[in-house]
């Protein structure tokens, strides 16, 4: 159990919105609060004892209930007392609900919960632990001696910052406000529109993983970016490892050897904020989750990964996922090399059509 008192951090809510084509509406209050305590209690999950609720909200007859609107749902008051909250949104005349899954990163990282909100799915359904997946959670790092090269991997990295700074002060359109890449982009947060995505729930089967990575990486290249970012979970937290190429993405001794910080090895992640900007300046992001089959009748039909206040400024980023065969992907930009990429037509051939999807902001403490 977690000793400390637990107090919600302002920049490092991860929220996941999945909509499942199934109703579990007949299952009381009390049922959904048994499937927190299988899933702590049990060997599914590394969550702790008084780390995850389970609630329940059912909508009037009168209240929207498409995607979108759901996402944008006042955000629960449990968040304000434990790390990882599931609610199950759900309307009587509706054969479809979702789960909304959210998560403090500075407790649980993104992949633990959301497999914690399949692992809920699962036991709302056939009503016992034995049905609940078990997932391939890698062990806790701390104290591991990592290699050498994670400490290479992390002053290359500062290298770079404090090299890029000086060339963004000599910049005379970076005084001037423009839009510049680099280590003190997170200074024009202010000055920069909403944030722009592009989001696929409708992916054609003829269309793969590898084609969607490899406009990822014909964009990396258009803009001169010389790594990818990603990482490696261990669950409850993550290391974060820079790569410098598609290949590297997917070999776990590569992204070993690259990990890039923190220095000692793994921790949360750091807080949405300009420093965090600054010092990805010069990667794409990219976060896969994989693939996932949990035991459900039932099919998701869609899904959002929303890491809420995500700067404008923050470098790109790309996410990518698998739930029962059917594919995921998003991509967002800072507006300017949203704008570039867009324009070049680099993200969205054969993925099908873009869904709609406008962040949520910070979350912030009700109580």
Avoid at 279 to 288: A, D, E, G, K, S
Wanted: charge should be neutral; charged fraction near 20%.
């Amino acid at each position: 159990m977690d000793t400390e008192p637990y107090t919600p951090s302002h920049g490092q809510w991860l929220i996941f919105c999945v909509q499942i084509d199934t109703k579990y509406c007949n299952k009381s209050i009390e049922e959904h609060a048994r499937a927190a305590k299988a899933i702590v209690e049990g060997s599914v999950s590394t969550l702790q004892p008084g780390s995850l609720a389970v609630i329940r909200l059912v909508l009037k007859d009168d209240a929207p209930f498409d995607f979108d609107s759901v996402h944008h749902l006042p955000l629960p008051f449990e968040m304000d007392t434990t790390p990882v909250v599931v609610e199950m949104v759900y309307k009587k005349s509706q054969d479809r609900c979702f789960a909304r899954i959210k998560t403090d990163l500075s407790r649980y990282d993104g992949v633990t919960a959301f497999c914690a909100g399949q692992n809920v799915l699962e036991f709302l359904e056939h009503g016992s632990a034995d049905a609940m997946s078990i997932y391939p959670f890698t062990p806790p790092k701390r104290g591991v001696e990592l290699p050498l090269s994670n400490y290479v991997a992390f002053f290359k990295q500062l290298t770079r910052v404090l090299w890029a700074i000086g060339w963004n002060l000599l910049n005379p359109r970076y005084w001037r406000g423009h839009w510049v890449r680099g280590p003190l982009q997170g200074r024009l947060e202010s000055t920069l529109p909403p944030r722009p995505w592009l989001r696929y729930s409708q992916v054609p089967d003829t269309t793969s993983f590898k084609d969607f990575l490899q406009q990822l990486d014909e964009t990396k290249r258009y803009l001169g970016l010389p790594l990818y970012a990603t990482t490696l979970n261990s669950s409850p937290y993550a290391f974060l490892t820079l790569v410098s190429s598609k290949e590297q993405l997917f070999t776990k001794q590569a992204r070993y050897n690259n990990i890039f910080g923190p220095p000692a090895g793994y921790a949360s992640p750091p807080p949405m904020n300009a420093l965090h900007v600054g010092t990805l300046y010069n990667t794409l992001f990219f976060n896969n989750y994989g693939r996932h089959n949990p035991n459900i009748s039932g099919r998701i039909t869609d899904l959002v990964w929303n890491w809420c206040g995500m700067y404008s400024s923050f470098t790109l980023f790309a996410f990518a996922a698998e739930i029962q065969g059917k594919k995921f992907f998003a991509f967002s930009a800072p507006p300017a090399d949203f704008e570039a990429v867009t324009k070049e037509g680099l993200i969205g051939n054969g993925l099908g059509p873009v869904q709609p999807f406008i962040q949520r902001e910070f979350y912030i403490r009700t109580t």
